[in-house]
């Protein structure tokens, strides 16, 4: 499974952005999914998950009110709307994608992985 996340950049301190991730050749619809991120220096840090029918969620304390996970299995993506941005939550942010549909939020449970795209909020 080859994962795709798409949609970083640069922002502004209480500004927004949506980050996606499909899948190319192969259907997410019974896969778990997740998003991390990686701060220069710090370990991969759990950010949200959501299970294979997108009615169960969870959430990093650090984001939760800001950020909302959700899934497409249709389209075959999952996407990360990030509003409310804050400095601390420049990283590089990746998709994950696990064989089990029930959520998880440690990385080790993924086995599947996107490239990573960059979020940088500036203050």
């Known amino acids: 499974v080859q994962l795709q996340a798409s949609g970083g950049g640069l922002v502004q301190a209480g500004g927004s952005l949506r980050l996606s991730c499909a899948a190319s050749q192969h259907s997410l619809s019974s896969y778990g999914m997740g998003w991390f991120r990686q701060a220069p220096g710090k370990e991969r840090d759990f950010v949200a998950a959501?299970?294979?029918?997108?009615?169960?969620?969870s959430y990093a304390d650090s984001v939760k009110g800001r950020f909302t996970i959700s899934r497409d299995n249709a389209k075959n993506t999952v996407h990360l709307q990030m509003n409310s941005l804050k400095p601390e939550d420049t990283a590089v942010y990746y998709c994950?994608?696990?064989?089990?549909?029930?959520?998880?939020?440690?990385?080790?449970?993924?086995?599947?992985w996107g490239q990573g795209t960059q979020v940088t909020v500036s203050s």
């Open positions: 959501i299970d294979w029918s997108g009615g169960i969620t």
């Open positions: 994950a994608a696990r064989i089990l549909g029930q959520i998880a939020t440690m990385a080790s449970q993924y086995i599947y």
